[in-house]
T-cell receptor, first 110, second 113 residues
Framework: EAQVTQNPRYLITVTGKKLTVTCSQN?????MSWYRQDPGLGLRQIYY???????DKGDVPEGYKVSRKEKRNFPLILESPSPNQTSLYFC?????????FGPGTRLTVT | DQQVKQNSPSLSVQEGRISILNCDYT??????FLWYKKYPAEGPTFLIS?????DKNEDGRFTVFLNKSAKHLSLHIVPSQPGDSAVYFC????????????FGTGTRLKVLA
């Protein structure tokens, strides 16, 4: 089954404690991206990757890092989380034009 | 600057009637448009798309209309069903370069039984 998986699905953490949200896709897609969804703001792109070792900033990259060492994996790293990063996060991969989204990770930073 | 706008945060429609969700964009370089549907606790899923060379695309109960001169697209759902209750996002991309997606803010559709 073609899918994008994310882990964890829910995470509560404290300010400043480094965390990683994993993302994996099994569709051999070159393009992957991370979004955050906030009320009234829709889906905003954090980072994207056109291929292995090729990443670039999206619209809201501050406070986040990514890496793309393998085609299937695209982890999102928060080196020092802050409360304004409390949000719902989605990983996505894209074949042609349509994107396939993971189930989401709800992150709360206290 | 919101390049893709969905001005109606919510919409309620009776079962069996037509639902019309609207989306406006400002960037004339966008040449491909998509609609996604999102249920609670799930990721968005692709619904239907349209290229800028067309003005209409149908898929079953779902039809997307594109008016390039007005920079406006709409999603029609006929007939609406309770299972269509979800948040709908429109998205626009430029198919040259990085294919960057710009999403609208979403419209929550509630279909009343």
């Amino acid at each position: 089954e073609a899918q994008v998986t994310q882990n964890p699905r829910y995470l509560i953490t404290v300010t400043g404690k480094k965390l990683t949200v994993t993302c994996s896709q099994n569709m051999n897609h070159e393009y992957m991206s991370w979004y955050r969804q906030d009320p009234g703001l829709g889906l905003r792109q954090i980072y994207y990757s056109m291929n292995v070792e090729v990443t670039d900033k999206g619209d809201v990259p501050e406070g986040y890092k990514v890496s793309r060492k393998e085609k299937r994996n695209f982890p999102l790293i928060l080196e020092s989380p802050s409360p304004n990063q409390t949000s719902l996060y989605f990983c996505a991969s894209r074949g042609s034009y349509e994107q396939y989204f993971g189930p989401g990770t709800r992150l709360t930073v206290t | 600057d919101q390049q893709v706008k969905q001005n109606s945060p919510s919409l309620s429609v009776q079962e069996g009637r037509i639902s019309i969700l609207n989306c406006d964009y400002t960037n004339s370089m966008f040449d491909y448009f998509l609609w996604y549907k999102k249920y609670p606790a799930e990721g968005p899923t692709f619904l239907i798309s349209i290229s800028s060379i067309k003005d209409k695309n149908e898929d079953g109960r779902f039809t997307v209309f594109l008016n390039k001169s007005a920079k406006h697209l709409s999603l029609h759902i006929v007939p609406s069903q309770p299972g269509d209750s979800a948040v709908y996002f429109c998205a626009a991309i430029t198919t040259s370069g990085t294919y960057k997606y710009i999403f609208g803010t979403g419209t929550r559709l509630k279909v009343l039984a």
